[in-house]
């Protein structure tokens, strides 16, 4: 079993400072012999070293934990956003303790809840709900927190979000140029969201631009974002035309997902010709043989800013409800 440093000082007969400064490579600067150096470190390497943690958090003020709330892992950009984040974490020698929400206020409630009594550093949120909990007002903990994702007005925090208007105006108005008769279809899921909301208010303004009358009909929403949002929402679609779309889009790839599968149960299979966007990209597109336009989200870059805010004090110069908006990439395929 690896030693504390009480321990080590005890068994070689140095001060716990001693032994310290030779963990943290300090004794060049404090002078440590030589000697003292190797018969500590000759030690460790046989027992080990084990950090007490509770100790080290009470005299550093800090438990070097951050929080990450998400809605669902399932969603491939949140995924892969935890991924970057926890690379930048473990480069700090921080641990990210990700819980999920599953869109449900209860759940989320929770978890926050959870977190903040684990006395995290920094708390990063994807809210499903504009309320905001009693204890994240007050904020008596030390934590830094952020919303992503998600920037409802009604939050007091900084947010770090992709820029959903511009990726669904810019996929909108690639898809209306290259679809038979400009005709395309917004699938969307959970369209309170504000991301989802900037996403459709994107597609409306590419629907004007291209004169597109009654751009309501073009919009079908669903309250959750699933698979099974996506086969309800395609179902009933080809059922009011009486056909498949010529063209679609999808707010997410889980949306897309039920979508290709209502399809192609409902059709017999997936027409080659049929026209398709999605926000959020993945590989396993490139064996669809049909013409494609994604949003890809930069989930480093977001990462990034998270981890900045995140490591912030409390009180960072600026409005605590300022918003940093990342650009998307769209990504075209078999065009």
Same mark, same amino acid.
């Given at each position: 079993?690896?030693?504390?440093?009480?321990?080590i000082?005890?068994?070689?007969?140095?001060s716990?400072?001693?032994? &310290?400064?030779?963990i943290?490579?300090?004794?060049?600067?404090?002078r440590?012999?030589?000697?003292?150096r190797?018969?500590?470190?000759?030690?460790?390497?046989?027992?080990?070293?084990?950090?007490?943690?509770?100790a080290?958090?009470?005299?550093l003020?800090?438990?070097?934990t951050?929080?990450f709330v998400v !809605?669902?892992?399932?969603?491939?950009y949140?995924?892969r956003?935890?991924?970057a984040?926890?690379?930048? =974490?473990?480069?700090?020698n921080?641990?990210?303790?990700?819980?999920?929400?599953?869109e449900?206020p209860e759940?989320?409630?929770?978890a926050?809840?959870?977190?903040?009594?684990?006395?995290?550093?920094?708390?990063?949120?994807a !809210?499903?709900?504009s309320v905001?909990l @009693?204890?994240?007002?007050?904020?008596?903990? &030390?934590?830094?927190?952020?919303a #992503?994702?998600?920037?409802?007005?009604?939050? !007091?925090? @900084?947010?770090?979000?992709s820029?959903?208007y511009?990726?669904?105006?810019?996929?909108?108005r690639r898809?209306?140029?290259e679809?038979a008769?400009?005709?395309c279809?917004?699938l =969307?899921?959970h369209a309170?969201?504000?991301?989802i909301?900037?996403?459709?208010?994107g597609?409306?303004t590419? =629907?004007?631009?291209?004169?597109?009358d009654?751009?309501?009909? &073009?919009?079908?929403?669903?309250?959750?974002?699933?698979?099974?949002?996506?086969?309800h929402?395609? &179902?009933i *679609?080809i059922?009011?035309?009486r056909r @498949?779309p010529?063209?679609f889009? =999808?707010?997410?790839?889980?949306v *897309?997902?039920?979508?290709l599968?209502?399809?192609?149960?409902?059709m017999?299979n997936?027409?080659?010709?049929l026209l398709?966007g999605?926000?959020?990209d993945?590989a396993?597109?490139?064996l *669809?043989?049909?013409r494609i336009?994604?949003?890809?989200?930069?989930?480093?870059?977001?990462?990034?800013?998270? #981890?900045?805010r995140?490591l912030?004090?409390?009180?960072?110069v600026g409005?605590?409800g300022?918003t940093?908006t990342?650009p998307?990439?769209?990504i075209c395929?078999?065009?």
């Amino acid at each position: 079993m690896s030693k504390t440093v009480e321990e080590i000082a005890k068994a070689t007969g140095f001060s716990i400072t001693t032994v &310290r400064f030779v963990i943290n490579g300090q004794t060049d600067r404090y002078r440590i012999s030589a000697k003292t150096r190797q018969a500590i470190e000759d030690y460790i390497a046989i027992h080990g070293y084990s950090i007490n943690h509770a100790a080290r958090s009470l005299k550093l003020a800090r438990t070097e934990t951050i929080g990450f709330v998400v !809605p669902d892992l399932a969603n491939a950009y949140f995924a892969r956003l935890m991924a970057a984040l926890e690379a930048r =974490c473990n480069e700090r020698n921080l641990l990210l303790l990700t819980l999920a929400s599953h869109e449900s206020p209860e759940l989320e409630n929770r978890a926050i809840t959870s977190l903040l009594e684990r006395d995290v550093d920094g708390l990063a949120i994807a !809210p499903c709900q504009s309320v905001v909990l @009693p204890q994240l007002r007050s904020n008596k903990t &030390r934590a830094s927190i952020v919303a #992503f994702d998600r920037g409802y007005p009604s939050w !007091p925090f @900084p947010a770090v979000v992709s820029d959903n208007y511009q990726g669904g105006l810019e996929m909108a108005r690639r898809m209306l140029q290259e679809s038979a008769g400009g005709e395309c279809f917004f699938l =969307c899921a959970h369209a309170d969201s504000p991301s989802i909301q900037d996403r459709i208010r994107g597609f409306e303004t590419a =629907c004007a631009e291209s004169g597109v009358d009654d751009v309501a009909s &073009r919009i079908w929403t669903d309250a959750n974002d699933s698979p099974d949002a996506g086969r309800h929402l395609m &179902r009933i *679609l080809i059922d009011e035309l009486r056909r @498949p779309p010529a063209a679609f889009m =999808c707010s997410s790839l889980l949306v *897309l997902e039920g979508a290709l599968l209502q399809l192609r149960e409902q059709m017999g299979n997936i027409d080659p010709a049929l026209l398709i966007g999605t926000f959020d990209d993945h590989a396993m597109l490139d064996l *669809l043989p049909n013409r494609i336009v994604a949003v890809r989200q930069n989930e480093k870059a977001i990462a990034e800013r998270l #981890f900045e805010r995140l490591l912030a004090p409390r009180d960072p110069v600026g409005l605590p409800g300022e918003t940093d908006t990342v650009p998307c990439e769209i990504i075209c395929r078999n065009f």
